[in-house]
């Protein structure tokens, strides 16, 4: 399907009520993913499904990047609401250093994918890239991690029973300032990750990740360059630092950061 551009909107549910039409569906989802370029942690996908009764977004929605930590916040428990069905799916820094950030991306989308209520029967999803369907290596130039990820389009044996749950994708770039479900969707994924750093930082305040959340922050840098990583970062990353390895940290409250998700009570 061919998407209109249209700079300089706020996301609405045009195009995901277009697709509706255009495919003769009854539900839609949108799809975004955060914490892709982050140095620790895992990387995490939302997905948000929408129907033709679904009424206007909550106001003030905009991409996740676009908006505070406490815009966030204070839209998590109104987009929860609203949407009739949601999840976020993760996938830890362990497993993107076994698999390749690609192959982890897919598996935290069919992790979130999973665990919905209501199935979507396309989803619009962010970007250029189906990395939801075929996360086939590609020509990277971010000195921040290695160009590593495994050869076949199928991952660990997780992703052969979960691939079933994947629908058609749409392909839209800056979908998560067009689309509201899209935009929906990465702000539920960017609080949920949000949370995850947080309650890391709870743990050990070394890194800063209640304020950074593991991004390349200065004192994120600065921190690795004087203790070296610990057992929450990406291993595979070619990160900033030569220092030795200290003794990995305990889990978070509530256990590692793993594979599971946060999903719609």
């Known amino acids: 399907m061919t998407v209109p551009r249209d700079p300089g909107w706020r996301p609405s549910l045009r195009l995901a009520r277009a697709s509706m039409r255009t495919h003769s569906l009854v539900r839609v989802g949108g799809m975004d993913e955060v914490g892709r370029g982050a140095l620790a942690g895992p990387v995490s996908v939302g997905v ?18 676009r908006l505070t930590p406490l815009e966030r916040e204070r839209l998590h428990p109104l987009l929860a609401r609203w949407a009739p069905a949601w999840a976020v799916g993760h996938a830890s820094n362990d497993e993107i250093d076994a698999w390749g950030i690609l192959v982890a991306l897919r598996v935290a989308g069919l992790r979130a994918l999973e665990q919905l209520s209501l199935a979507p029967e396309r989803l619009l999803l962010d970007g250029t890239y189906d990395w939801l369907h075929r996360p086939v290596p590609a020509p990277r130039e971010d000195t921040l991690f290695d160009a590593f990820d495994p050869p076949a389009d199928h991952g660990p044996a997780e992703l052969v029973a979960l691939a079933p749950v994947a629908p058609p994708v749409d392909l839209m770039p800056k979908a998560d300032r067009r689309c509201a479900a899209v935009a929906a969707a990465s702000v539920l994924a960017k609080v949920e990750r949000d949370r995850m750093m947080s309650a890391l ?43 030795p390895v200290p003794t990995p940290m305990e889990d978070p409250p509530g256990g590692p950061v793993l594979g599971a998700a946060a999903v719609r009570d």
């Open 201 to 243: 930082a709870d743990r050990d305040h070394r890194w800063g990740w209640q304020h950074n959340k593991g991004y390349s922050a200065p004192e994120h840098l600065a921190a690795l360059a004087r203790h070296g990583p610990c057992t929450w970062h990406r291993r595979s990353w070619r990160l900033p630092t030569a220092a």
């Open 48 to 65: 948000v499904v929408v129907d033709a009764a679904t009424r206007s977004a909550p106001a003030g929605l905009d991409d996740s990047k």
